[in-house]
């Protein structure tokens, strides 16, 4: 871009061959201009949105491998943002973020983020998380053809993959592409306990154990949104120290597994229905 910089030597190889594109939605001139520059000299090619209608724009015009994001944005909550470009791109989101509110990191999970790194931050541990994301997605493509490609029955739920929706009675769930996965896996080994670390390699391509908390984050968003759908939807189950499983009974049925938690946030319930 014709300008000099001091991070020349941060950036490691990108493991694809292409250059990957990263969507910088950043509000703050200095921090987008640094971030840019760091990014850039890592051999990244970046856009960058001051704005979440500009941000919106962006992945609608091109297709960025994967989303950073702020959270305070002068047009738009960036929580909600969060959630609906996860919607509108089945890409990795990274909160960059110097917001005070504790609880935004783990509403950003919530709403589909996939990482959270807080203001003020290590360039060199930004970078890490970024190649580690998009490794876990080149990794996730290689994984997806192993899917189940006929449409899967358990009780009244369907997931229809030629659609690539999901049914439970006559209600279709809005589910975010990780979560579609997650449901996928568990539900093409009904009543089979599936391993964390087996969990971790079918959707996103990598068994790392720092995943452990976001799957139980996004697992239980996943019961939230499928007993608010039906009081008949499977359970997905938990079994302590080793992994989950889904299960046909009703919701209300009895068991001796560990009970979802439900800790509801009036936030959370309004994006996530």
Known sequence: MGRSTSFGDLGAEVPTQRRATILLVE??????????DVLESSAYDVLVAGTGAVARAQVEQHKPDLIILDLVLPDEDGLVLCNVLKTMAAVPILICSGTQRR???????????????AKPFDVYDL????????????????????MPRGPIRIGDLQIDHALHQVTLGENVLQLTPTEYRLLTVLAARPDQVVPR??????VWGDPDTGTSRTIDVHIGRLRVKLSQASRTAPQIMSVRGFGYKIVSGAAGSPSTSTPPNNDHVPLIEGLIK
């Open 103 to 117: 609880r935004d990191a783990f509403l950003s999970l919530k709403l589909g983020a996939d990482d959270f790194i």
């Open 197 to 202: 670390d087996s969990l971790a390699k079918l």
């Open 127 to 146: 970078l890490a998380r970024v190649e580690v994301l998009l490794r876990r997605a080149a990794q996730q493509h290689v994984a997806e053809p192993a």
């Open 27 to 36: 509000d703050d001139a200095a921090v987008a201009f640094m971030l840019t």
